[in-house]
């Protein structure tokens, strides 16, 4: 049985119309990747997470609640801002099952290389329990 030399000949145009459609969808794609570099990136700046830390964790003897010192180290790129969220738990690890209390702190005005200081405060805490408190976010806005 032998095809007929109208079907070969839709069969070309078939196939040049579908080489045509992927060289319209990939080729701007394929200029894309490489006019940005082709994939070469610069190192990606430092995580803010890095730069803070909570450097003591106690509980206020007049309003029982958690008191979390937070500790920020200015970036070499400029002075900016620092907003930390500050989680208490009653053990240093998580409890999958349980909520715990998280705080926000901000921490204004970080020169580079500069240490600023600020204090997390947290909810009213039971008398029998020691708190835990650690960094669980940290956002850093470079000021204008």
């Known amino acids: 049985m032998g095809v007929s030399a109208s079907a070969l000949k839709w069969q070309g145009w078939l196939v040049g119309l579908v080489t ?5 969808v990939f080729a701007p794609l394929g200029l894309y990747v490489w006019a940005s570099g082709g994939g070469q990136r610069e190192a990606a700046p430092r995580a803010a997470l890095e730069d803070v ?9 007049a ?4 008191l ?6 200015g970036r070499a790129e400029g002075r900016g801002a620092y ?5 208490f738990r009653d053990s240093a690890t998580p409890d999958p099952a349980g909520r715990s ?26 008398a029998a329990t020691t708190p835990w408190c650690g960094v669980v976010a940290a956002d850093f806005t470079a000021a204008p």
């Not at 830390?53 to 003897?61: L, M, N």
């Not at 309003?63 to 958690?66: G, I």
């Not at 901000?106 to 500069?114: I, M, N, T």
Request: aromatic share 4%.
């Open 101 to 126: 209390a998280r705080s926000l702190v901000g921490v204004p005005g970080v020169a580079p290389g500069a240490t600023e200081y600020a204090e997390a405060l947290g909810p009213v805490w039971p």
């Open 63 to 66: 309003s029982r609640r958690v």
């Open 20 to 24: 045509l459609a992927g060289l319209l």
């Open 83 to 87: 907003v930390v969220t500050v989680e």
């Open 53 to 61: 830390r909570v450097t003591a964790c106690r509980v206020d003897p």
């Open 68 to 73: 979390a010192a937070v500790e920020a180290t």
